[in-house]
């Protein structure tokens, strides 16, 4: 699943009006995702200084969680999951799972 950089912005703003992100006061003015799937943002205050917060890769990972939740997007609980940057300036989120079962015997 591959999160371009305005669904990079808008998971981070639906983690932030939930609360489940504690930054810096202020909006986001800019976001950066970096090769190791983490992100760079960039916050802004009215009147205040920038801040820049770095947010890791396993933080990127439960942001895109709880939003593909959000949007109705079923992620399997038992997939190993990974986040890296991509060559165009998103994120992408790896899910892979085991698609071998047990042999029953009759």
Known sequence: MTFTKDAVTAALRFWLDGGQLK?????????????DGGCRLRMEKLGGI?????LSSAQMAVVF???????????????????????????????????????QTP
């Open 50 to 54: 920038p801040a820049t917060v770095e």
């Open 65 to 103: 969680i709880g939003y593909a939740r959000h949007l109705g997007i079923p992620i399997p609980r038992k997939a190993a999951k990974s986040v890296q940057g991509t060559a165009t300036g998103g994120i992408m989120m790896r899910m892979e799972m085991s698609t071998t079962a047990a042999k």
């Open 23 to 35: 930054l810096p006061p202020g909006h986001i003015v800019g976001v950066e995702p970096t090769p």
